[in-house]
């Protein structure tokens, strides 16, 4: 049953950031959690998580993120666990430029008050350019 609750964790952040709903999309982190997001940006507590959501999706005015596949190591009677999820979003920022994200979040997740909440969140880009792919693959092999 974890696993499914860790979907639908997963699924109901992906979907708040389409619909842009800040409410829905802070209730997925847990209070003290941390996120990290590359080039040294890494942002502690729920509250300061949210504030930087806000301010970057003031630059877009629509954002699809669809979550591709994803695993989870759910240690039930400790209330913690893990997870890699797979993401692709194509994005068209306020200045009308248009592009897409590939990536993975690598995720830590806690119970709270019988809830799966995101301890922690590290996005790991992929690439991050064009929607024909022309830029830089950032981890492409040799």
């Not at 877009?60 to 695993?71: L, Y």
Request: charged share 25%; aromatic share 12%.
């Amino acid at each position: 049953m974890s696993r499914d609750a860790i979907e639908d964790l997963v699924h109901t952040y992906a979907d708040a950031v389409v619909r842009r709903d800040p409410d829905q999309w802070s209730s997925t982190w847990a209070v003290d959690a941390v996120w990290e997001l590359g080039k040294g940006r890494r942002v502690e507590g729920r509250d300061a998580i949210l504030a930087l959501w806000n301010s970057a999706m003031d630059g877009f005015k629509a954002v699809i993120q669809n979550v591709v596949n994803g695993t989870a190591d759910i240690d039930d009677a400790a209330g913690t666990g893990t997870g890699r999820w797979y993401i692709h979003e194509h994005w068209c920022r306020a200045d009308d430029s248009r592009g897409i994200l590939l990536a993975y979040y690598d995720d830590t997740y806690t119970r709270v008050d019988g809830a799966w909440r995101f301890a922690s969140r590290e996005l790991v880009i992929q690439y991050s350019g064009a929607p024909d792919l022309s830029g830089t693959f950032l981890n492409a092999w040799g």
